[in-house]
T-cell receptor, first 109, second 115 residues
Framework: GQNIDQPTEMTATEGAIVQINCTYQ??????LFWYQHHAGEAPTFLSY??LDGLEEKGRFSSFLSRSKGYSYLLLKELQMKDSASYLC??????????WGAGTKLIIKP | ETGVTQTPRHLVMGMTNKKSLKCEQH?????MYWYKQSAKKPLELMFV???????ENNSVPSRFSPECPNSSHLFLHLHTLQPEDSALYLC??????????????FGSGTQLSVL
């Protein structure tokens, strides 16, 4: 079956660094997406990885290892506004997105 | 502002009511989606309208009925819902071709409560 695993909840301190992990098992692979979702707002796209390695975009970076079925989202210099749910999704061979249940990130001052 | 607008933002309905959710996208995309998000569960794809075809998740009950009159508008008609249908309903759009799909743009969702 197809499955995405990510932690349910994480807590971090303002100004620190946090890594949110995601492991995936899908029928074929056409890339890995990360989205940010603030409650009451629209989920927004953060990153897309299809090749192995690290993609850096400002304070956020995303890493992919296709051989391990593993990705992580790295958030640096955490700000209170980074408190949100982070959704991991893998695109399978039919270009369908398989979603994780999301990681709720709580930032404490 | 993501370019995808959903109305209403909140909806409370009884099990015998009929209501509709509306979604509109101003991004020139050719695919639109309905997702259901229940607490602590993965997003569940309900329906896709893409390249003038409708693709549906066979597990979605018939009390949910989608309508897509054109590439910019999408509706979800609701009737005789059950309390377990209470959830956040998200609309999204993207550009799709025969070889893949680009990233999704979401609306803010309709928080539905069925009493």
């Amino acid at each position: 079956g197809q499955n995405i695993d990510q932690p349910t909840e994480m807590t971090a301190t303002e100004g620190a660094i946090v890594q949110i992990n995601c492991t995936y098992q899908t029928s074929g692979f056409n890339g890995l997406f990360w989205y940010q979702h603030h409650a009451g707002e629209a989920p927004t796209f953060l990153s897309y990885n299809v090749l192995d390695g690290l993609e850096e975009k400002g304070r956020f970076s995303s890493f992919l290892s296709r051989s391990k079925g593993y990705s992580y989202l790295l958030l640096k210099e955490l700000q209170m506004k980074d408190s949100a749910s982070y959704l991991c999704a893998s695109m399978d061979s039919n270009y369908q997105l398989i979603w994780g249940a999301g990681t709720k990130l709580i930032i404490k001052p | 502002e993501t370019g995808v607008t959903q109305t209403p933002r909140h909806l409370v309905m009884g099990m015998t009511n009929k209501k509709s959710l509306k979604c509109e996208q101003h991004l020139g995309h050719n695919a639109m989606y309905w997702y259901k998000q229940s607490a602590k569960k993965p997003l569940e794809l309900m329906f896709v309208y893409s390249l003038e075809e409708r693709v549906e998740n066979n597990s979605v009950p018939s009390r949910f009925s989608p309508e897509c009159p054109n590439s910019s508008h999408l509706f979800l008609h609701l009737h005789t819902l059950q309390p377990e249908d209470s959830a956040l309903y998200l609309c999204a759009s993207s550009f799709r071709s025969g070889t893949g799909s680009e990233k999704l743009f979401f609306g803010s969702g309709t928080q539905l409560s069925v009493l």
